[in-house]
């Protein structure tokens, strides 16, 4: 059974949402729910040109920041809700930091940010966090989730990919550097196609690799198995990049959606040659020099070896250190996982039984059975997706004939991002959608990963398409964009529920009267923990761990498909199977075990009860001040400060360490802050 | 600075402690000084008093009378034949090894692997005063026959392992839904306050957990607290189960109580997130289960009759012994639903035996069929069988025709399965409805598994038309827009 195959199931829940307030031109829940949508003869509004559109006029516009409140505020309006007013600059900056960089601010820049009010000082804060590194390591981690960005191939085996880290580190990089997304998209599908000497280029492909694969294979299974991997991928692609499963189209023309099993196979014909490979790419100049730092440290080690060698030993020795001078780290470059054609694939366990790992030609199968094959057939892409009479040749260019690069997946990748006859307009909505996802916690579309006649309708369909056009008009820069969004007042809004028109007529907040609060996820929580506590091991880059114990930042564990992260799995961390478009958010017992009994708020609270603790500070209520300013990033009030003292008071006296009683105390007080909901929610 | 506090101040009192820490005294004020509780009176008074608000595991009360409390689901993971367990099919011995005209070969997994009709491996005998078929592969269950309801006409929405187990666990062949046990948890509440309202076992041997893995019982879109526990197989069943070393009860209870105090404050500014109450109500959960869940799964106090009854001197059927002497002491505390995977992932780690299919069910026969009736066996003797219901059943079924191999297996059957009940409000010794001569699909009284949930929901007392939840402005229920209640087993 493959796991690819669950990529189907990755449907999110439909939703039938509320179109109060429906606009022209909006498809409403009705006709969502309309069966004639199943004869395809109504299309899903994601296939749909983008329109232009202008942001709705107001009566009274004093309360948006920019054109993207003009949406919203029009529906408020009218629905008869008024927003709420702008949360406390202390809630600002933790919403900012967490929200772009997965850690609250540090002290400096608490006093840096101390008055978020001016739209100057706001806007200064967010140029700030852009520019962080950090920046590229909390979007890359959304990505891998969509990405289904793993380590190991999974089965029953699940056998290591220790090269495929180059992928999460092209991801940071290309985020840092705010690479425009439709080249983006274009690196991860062809990269090598494309641009092969530019650094990052090849790495980008890992995306293509990082699907499940199995070690075991039957010669009965060897084809099955090669159209499974090429499934991975354009399933991947399509729910991705396109909000769009293709999968579904394997077996059978799509129920729901103008897709069909046709378009299914001439897309996965461009992977036709495509295979896993280990090859050298640029890398990060840390990753190099580190790597060889290693390499000549061994290579002393051999040099010793031979050195000390007997005759006996000498020649194996010397053997060993030829290999060894053979692998030397050089230009720049290390060896990677990444997709290419007309390479030397990874090894498998059935090489020596005569694996293939591809077939000259793509078919049309009939119901997905290798057995019923059809005519072969070549790359091309849904009717839908395709607009002002453009043919496939259109997106394909010229390459010499000596080339070992057939282009197919550079075609395919120009396709995906051409916003004027391609798929880039839904390319667009879709990453708009995320971005909107990751700063408010639901998307306009509810169902990130289906866009399709099955998933949700956005709530603003307008603000959508505009966001969208905005995205293209503007170079596909996702740094401009979410600078867009957080310098508008939707994103400033305060979380207070007790507004009496919005809690009443919108008690979900579709339509953000308010800014909804949720948990962080499990990558937050912990990188905050040791970022509060500094104990965060901030290096970037290069090999991860499976030490759930390490000090590096969260995005820095090795995936392994069968040996998840206790601590993160318990926080909700995902299966990495399939693409993840969002993650459960659950609230569980052993959540709270973990936080009364894990290691990490142990080592955590330890170290801050240690520094900042009663014993290097003036005063009691001193300390508890500075590391209440420290976790939570405000100032106790009175009443909590008393409450502190309190329970430090009383539990140095009835706690069982007779030794540091108060120390023992303040860490059982750091402890509670670090469990606390404010803590753990972004507010 | 001050001098530092590490002198030796146990005796101190805690006016003279304050004095020490440096003038914090005139902050704090006396009131709160003085008082043994907090006397913060400033905030409303329900605000710090412990588990004042909300408690979203509180027992309610069933729609109407129940006739079972509680519910122990063994999980036959990967689909059980129903032809070599309890649906004895004689025409398949006259079939053996002929073409099933007309058959899809589609229906299984393995399009291009399928054989003739393949008698069963395994002898049937009549067992009980009902003189149910049974397979020999049951020696210990078929004397319970007589107190089992058996459905032999039940069929499912998918062919595939995870949307199969997603069905049968959540009503729909699709990820994301709230599984039964989170369900029957949302509607009735934890009957034990010191235990999950809702708890999963899987496989202790290394074979994996089921596909789909925690989204099989997933609380989906209703609130956190109804999801599944899941019992890690090996140490403690629970990560982070004990207190940290040196840490009393007393001292954690003072920890939790600041903690709650934090977080009730916060929840004042915001009370209308409920999961900012659930989450403190999860702290509170996890502090009771640290003494309550090791009180309730330590066997070690059990007599040896009692562990032998179940198997658990029996190297092959000792871990499973183990679980379903477990799920008697959880359901015995008013643990509402108990769920034990039998087998791990899929092939052969489960009873997914599309191979050797006389191997893979005999093995795991082996491993479960003495702790099942040891189980039912005990539940009687302590009265709880009458309350309490045990279902028997997988994902599907799996087909008469064989899967080739050099030892033929089975293929997986969407069109017929069986699956039995006992216990609780069922009926004994009865089948219902009926599959075709040779177990291919089900024929009379087909049985949908929205039935079967809209079964089992009825037995706990629930109308599963009213057992609904108002997700993103749409009214969800475990059985869709289907379900019907099989009136024939019930007492």
């Keep these: 059974m493959s796991f690819s195959k669950l990529n189907v199931l990755l449907f999110g829940i439909v939703l039938t949402l509320s179109c109060l307030n429906a606009e022209p031109g909006e498809i409403t829940a009705n006709q969502f729910k309309d069966k004639s949508s199943k004869t395809g003869s109504s299309r899903s509004y994601a296939f749909q040109p983008l329109k232009p559109i202008q942001p709705p006029e107001l009566d009274n516009p004093i309360h948006a920041k920019n054109d993207l409140d003009r949406f919203i505020l029009k529906r408020l309006n009218g629905l008869g809700i008024i927003q709420n007013s702008f949360a406390s600059s202390s809630t600002l900056i933790r919403r900012a930091f967490l929200d772009l960089t997965g850690m609250p601010p540090g002290r400096n820049e608490l006093a840096m940010f101390d008055d978020l009010a001016s739209d100057r000082k706001w806007s200064e804060l967010i140029d700030h966090l852009l520019v962080s590194d950090h920046y590229g390591e909390r979007s890359a981690r959304y990505w891998m989730d969509i990405a289904r960005f793993a380590e190991s191939s999974g089965f029953e085996h699940d056998t290591d990919r220790p090269l495929a880290y180059h992928y999460r580190d092209f991801l940071i990089q290309a985020f840092n550097m705010d690479m425009p997304w439709d080249r983006m998209v274009r690196l991860q599908i062809a990269g090598d196609e494309l641009a092969p000497d530019e650094p990052l280029a090849r790495s980008a492909t890992g995306f293509l690799a990082a699907g499940v694969f199995p070690t075991q294979l039957t010669e009965a299974e060897f084809e099955q198995a090669r159209y499974d991997e090429l499934d991975d991928m354009v399933q991947t692609i399509g729910v991705a990049f396109l909000g769009f499963s293709f999968g579904c189209a394997r077996c059978h023309d799509h129920k729901f959606d103008p897709v069909t099993s046709r378009d299914y196979y001439r897309l996965a014909s461009a992977f036709v040659t495509t295979v896993k490979s280990e090859q050298r790419v640029n890398v990060h100049s840390d990753v190099f020099q580190k790597s060889f730092l290693q390499w000549e440290t061994k290579r002393l080690k051999l040099m010793k070896a031979v050195e000390t060698a007997n005759d006996d030993q000498l020649e194996s020795v010397n053997k060993k250190l030829a290999a060894h001078d053979k692998s030397k780290p050089a230009e720049g470059k290390l060896p990677a996982l990444i997709c290419s054609d007309g390479v030397k694939p990874l090894s498998h366990h059935a090489d020596g039984r005569g694996y293939p790992h591809f077939y000259p030609h793509v078919y049309f199968l009939k119901r997905g059975d290798v057995d019923q094959k059809g005519d072969a057939v070549s790359p091309g892409y849904p009717n839908a997706l395709k607009q002002n009479g453009k043919e496939e040749s259109h997106w394909v260019t010229k390459i010499s004939e000596n080339s070992r690069i057939p282009g197919r997946r550079a075609a395919l990748s120009r396709w995906l991002t051409d916003a004027n006859n391609g798929a880039g307009q839904l390319l667009a909505r879709v990453i708009v959608n995320r971005i909107w996802q990751q700063h408010f916690g639901t998307g306009l579309v509810a169902t990130p990963n289906n866009f399709g006649n099955q998933g949700a309708l956005p709530t603003h369909p307008h603000l959508l398409d505009w966001l969208a056009n905005d995205l293209i008009d503007h170079g596909w820069k996702l740094k401009r964009l979410h600078k867009l969004i957080m310098t508008s007042s939707v994103y400033r809004l305060s979380s207070n529920a007790g507004n009496p028109s919005g809690h009443s007529l919108d008690p979900e907040n579709n339509h953000h009267w308010r800014f909804s609060p949720r948990r962080l996820e499990a990558e937050a929580i912990r990188d905050s923990m040791l970022a509060v506590s500094g104990l965060l091991d901030r290096q970037m880059y290069g090999p991860g761990s499976l030490n759930e114990n390490m000090r590096r930042r969260s995005i820095y564990y090795t995936i392994k498909r069968s040996g998840l992260i206790p601590m993160m799995q318990v926080f909700d961390w995902p299966e990495h199977l399939g693409s993840i478009g969002k993650r459960t958010s659950t609230t569980t017992a052993p959540q709270a075990l973990s936080l009364m009994n894990g290691p990490l708020v142990e080592y955590c609270a330890d170290a801050i009860a240690k520094k900042y603790g009663p014993e290097n500070s003036e005063s009691l209520p001193h300390a508890i001040t500075v590391v209440w300013l420290r976790i939570l990033n405000r100032k106790p009030v009175d009443i909590e400060l008393q409450a502190s003292a309190d329970f430090i008071i009383r539990r140095a006296e009835t706690g069982i360490d007779k030794e540091q009683p108060l120390l023992s105390a303040f860490t059982e007080f750091c402890r509670a802050l670090l469990s606390s909901n404010e803590f753990l929610y972004l507010p | ?491």
């Excluded at chain 2, 009360?61 to 122990?72: D, G, L, N, Y």
């Excluded at chain 2, 032809?83 to 899809?104: A, M, S």
Aim: charged share 20%.
């Design chain 2, 1 to 491: 600075m001050n001098p530092p506090f590490s002198v030796n101040t146990h005796s101190l009192t805690r006016r003279d402690m304050l004095k020490r820490c440096g003038g914090g005294a005139g902050i704090l004020g006396l009131a709160a000084l003085l008082s043994d509780e907090f006397g913060l009176v400033s905030l409303p008074a329900n605000t710090f008093r412990r588990g004042a608000s909300s408690q979203p595991l509180l027992a309610k009360p069933a729609h109407f009378q129940p006739s079972a409390k509680r519910v122990i689901w063994i999980f036959v993971n990967g689909g059980p034949s129903q032809v070599d367990t309890w649906d004895y099919k004689p025409r398949l011995e006259k079939y053996d090894g002929n073409t099933l005209e007309g058959f899809d070969k589609f229906t299984g997994f393995f399009a291009n692997q399928v054989g003739g009709i393949m008698k069963s491996p395994f002898h049937f005998t009549p067992r009980g005063q009902c003189g149910k078929m049974v397979s020999e592969i049951f020696p210990h269950l078929g004397r319970h026959v007589d107190r089992m309801a058996f459905i032999h006409s039940g069929f499912t929405e998918s062919n595939n392992h995870s949307p199969a187990l997603f069905m049968m666990n959540c009503g729909q062949a699709r990820m994301g839904l709230p599984s039964l046990g989170s369900w029957v948890s949302y509607g009735l509440g934890s009957g034990n306050r010191n235990l999950p309202g809702f708890v999963v076992m899987s496989d202790p041997k290394g074979r994996g957990l089921p596909k789909g893995h925690a989204s099989n019982w997933s609380a989906g879109f209703l609130p956190g607290p109804f999801q599944g526990t899941w019992f890690r197989p090996n140490g403690q069943p629970i990560q982070n189960l004990e207190r940290r070393q040196g840490v009393t009860a007393e001292d954690q209870r003072e920890n939790l109580d600041f903690l709650a105090k934090l977080n009730r404050a916060h929840l004042e500014n915001q009370p209308h997130e409920a999961e900012l109450n659930a989450r403190i109500e999860s702290f509170e959960l996890a502090f009771r289960m640290q003494v309550a869940a090791p009180e309730a799964l330590d066997l070690k106090h059990e007599p040896e009759s009692i562990r032998n009854l179940y198997g658990m001197d029996q190297q092959p059927c000792r871990h499973f012994a183990e679980q379903c002497l477990m799920a008697r002491r959880l359901v015995e505390r008013d643990v509402r639903f108990v769920q034990i995977y039998s087998g791990g992932n899929e092939n052969q780690k489960s009873w997914d035996g599309h191979s050797d299919i006389k191997g893979n069910h005999s093995g795991f026969a082996l491993e479960t069929d003495q702790p099942i009736a040891g189980l039912l066996t005990d539940l009687e003797n302590r009265g709880l069988l009458d309350e309490t219901l045990v279902v028997w059943g997988g994902e599907f079924g799996r087909l008469p025709v064989a899967q080739k191999a050099s030892k033929p297996g089975r293929d997986h059957n969407p069109h017929c399965f069986t699956t039995w009940l006992a216990g609780g409000g069922i009926k004994g010794g009865v089948s219902y409805g009926e599959s075709d001569e040779i177990g291919h699909k089900a024929e009379v009284n087909k049985v949908h598994v929205n039935d079967l949930h809209a079964t089992i929901l009825h037995l706990l007392g629930l109308d599963h038309e009213k057992l609904t939840y108002t997700y993103n402005s749409r009214k969800f229920r475990l059985t869709d827009v289907g379900g019907r209640v099989i009136q024939k087993i019930l007492l």
